[in-house]
């Protein structure tokens, strides 16, 4: 009973690879196109009077920017979420904000480690329950309340609030990060090298700045690779689904 169970239960993690390996990729390209074609009607369609030239410069100036961002991203959240809670994630948006403390937070509660079968199924049902809330939360309290909240308060104020807003935000998620993954020789390795670059790399080579980011998740993965901590037996493997 207890393998044709287990065959069961990799019949179904199949499948369900199978499903998210075709209709995640289907589902992107769709939003990516609508998104696209919005931005273009506005563009071009609205009689704003902007130039190809125009475009392709603002382009160029977003891939500058944001260029890194696209790339370390996916590196960063993929060893927490997994592949299907990836789509889901890269799909919804705001996930360094909004989705992957959900995600963490249920991993956390539910004693699960990321990397496992189980922590990418609860990362997905974590991130279907943000979203749900987001949606009702961003019509009630910001569609709503929101706006009545920051036309009655002083300007000043709400300069001095968007200040603290996104440091409070990514302090809290580096901080349930640490203690979900509850591995003090990675955390002081990452840290280290991070207050190097941002502190002592960069004010030496301002260029460097952009890439700081890059360079800081890249050089922590090496030399935590490298500086982990030795056991005598190999590794045990990660617990799946249905332990």
């Known amino acids: 009973m207890s393998s044709q169970t287990g065959n069961a239960q990799l019949t179904g993690l199949a499948q369900f690879d199978r499903t998210t390996s075709i209709w995640g990729p289907i589902t992107l390209a769709l939003g990516f196109l609508v998104s696209l074609a919005a931005a273009l009607f506005v563009a071009f369609g609205t009689g704003l009077g902007i130039t190809g030239a125009e475009l392709w410069k603002a382009v160029g100036l977003v891939i500058v920017t944001f260029g890194v961002i696209a790339?370390?991203?996916p590196i960063a959240y993929y060893p927490i979420l997994g592949?299907?809670?990836?789509?889901?994630?890269f799909m919804i948006g705001n996930i360094a904000n909004k989705l992957l403390p959900a995600a963490l937070i249920a991993q956390?509660?539910?004693g699960e480690k990321p990397g496992t079968r189980?922590?990418?199924l609860i990362s997905g049902a974590a991130i279907i329950g943000a979203a749900f809330i987001h949606l009702i939360t961003l019509v009630v309290l910001v569609g709503v309340l929101g706006t009545l909240l920051l036309g009655a308060l002083p300007p000043d104020l709400v300069a001095v609030a968007r200040l603290y807003i996104l440091p409070a935000v990514f302090g809290a998620v580096t901080v349930q990060a640490v203690v979900t993954m509850k591995n003090v020789r990675i955390t002081i390795i990452a840290a280290v090298i991070a207050a190097a670059l941002v502190f002592v790399v960069v004010p030496l080579v301002p260029?460097?700045?952009?890439?700081?980011t890059a360079m800081a998740v890249v050089v922590s993965i090496i030399a935590a690779?490298?500086?982990r901590k030795r056991t005598d037996g190999p590794p045990a493997a990660p617990q799946?689904?249905?332990h």
Not at 83 to 89: D, I
Not at 207 to 212: G, R, T
Request: charged fraction near 20%; charge should be negative.
């Open 240 to 242: 799946s689904i249905g």
């Open 118 to 120: 189980r922590a990418e």
């Open 83 to 89: 592949r299907s809670a990836m789509y889901q994630a």
């Open 207 to 212: 260029a460097l700045a952009n890439a700081a």
């Open 108 to 110: 956390t509660d539910l």
């Open 225 to 227: 690779w490298f500086l």
């Open 71 to 73: 790339v370390v991203e």
